[in-house]
């Protein structure tokens, strides 16, 4: 991923506090960092309301946004910001790193969904540096499948 790149951060409750660490660690690196919210935990907030931001940025200007998503599993809010047009979301919740390396290397995922409830914010870290330091391979076969993604209406 490039610096130049914005990333737009959203959680609902589950992930309210390791996004806002997530958020300090990544402005300490010296990425640029927007937070979507929430700006102030609500036990019972619902996840698609909070996630959707994050998908219309990415699918309206992708050169210039990446995002990272958080809930309890990670696989609710990947669904939903699925849902817009040119977002392709890894989901992480623990053990095994090579599930980030092939979303980005593979698929060029431009949004990385974190299972709050399965992770530590050190393991979090990790996974977020790995995901924002690994390239897209850019081999034809894989661009040719992100392209028939793309084409699925």
Do not use: C
């Amino acid at each position: 991923m490039q610096k130049k790149q914005t990333i737009l951060m959203a959680s609902d409750h589950a992930g309210f506090e390791m996004k806002n660490a997530l958020r300090d660690f990544l402005v300490s690196q010296d990425y640029t960092v927007e937070d979507l919210g929430p700006s102030s935990y609500e036990e019972g907030d619902d996840y698609p309301q909070l996630i959707m931001p994050v998908g219309i940025h990415i699918a309206e200007k992708p050169e210039k946004y990446i995002g990272i998503i958080l809930g309890s599993s990670g696989q609710g809010e990947a669904i939903v910001a699925n849902r817009f047009p040119g977002v392709r979301t890894t989901v992480y919740y623990g053990k095994n790193l090579e599930i980030i390396r092939l979303g980005r290397k593979h698929n060029d995922s431009n949004v990385l969904s974190l299972g709050a409830h399965f992770l530590t914010i050190d393991e979090a870290k990790e996974a977020v540096t790995l995901w924002l330091n690994t390239p897209f391979s850019m081999e034809e076969r894989h661009e040719r499948r992100i392209e028939m993604i793309d084409n699925i209406s």
